[in-house]
Nanobody, 127 residues
Framework: QVQLVESGGGLVQDGGSLRLSCAASGRSFSSYAMGWFRQTPGKEREFVAAVSRSDGIYYDGIHYADSVKGRFTISRDNAKNTVYLQMNSLKPEDTAVYYC????????????????WGQGTQVTVSS
């Protein structure tokens, strides 16, 4: 069982920056791929970014949705059991609830690959 807790969301102006954090409990954090997804009311949860597991067993790289490439950066700190999402040049269309999730198999750019999910953190970008 893995528990995930997101933090760092908030209200920011168009063009601003935020850094989201996701702290994971449990062991073997490095054996999970970690992803960030977002969701707005009435829409399906969409992929934002993902970083491969880093335990030396299998490496699947880092992936971004086209809509955030060049603006968002995902990173992980296995010593702290934490994954981050640095979000720069934020736009109003980035407004959503952001979720982190962990995956042990599957295509890490898809919702279906993820087993454990955090409770989400709201990001609001004002114009």
């Amino acid at each position: 069982q893995v528990q995930l807790v997101e933090s760092g969301g908030g209200l920011v102006q168009d063009g601003g920056s935020l850094r989201l954090s996701c702290a994971a409990s449990g062991r073997s954090f490095s054996s999970y791929a970690m992803g960030w997804f977002r969701q707005t009311p009435g829409k399906e949860r969409e992929f934002v970014a993902a970083v491969s597991r880093s335990d030396g067993i299998y490496y699947d790289g880092i992936h971004y949705a086209d809509s955030v490439k060049g603006r968002f950066t995902i990173s992980r700190d296995n010593a702290k059991n934490t994954v981050y999402l640095q979000m720069n040049s934020l736009k109003p269309e980035d407004t959503a609830v952001y979720y982190c999730a962990s995956s042990s198999f599957g295509r890490i750019t898809t919702v279906e690959a993820y087993i454990y999910w955090g409770q989400g953190t709201q990001v609001t970008v004002s114009s």
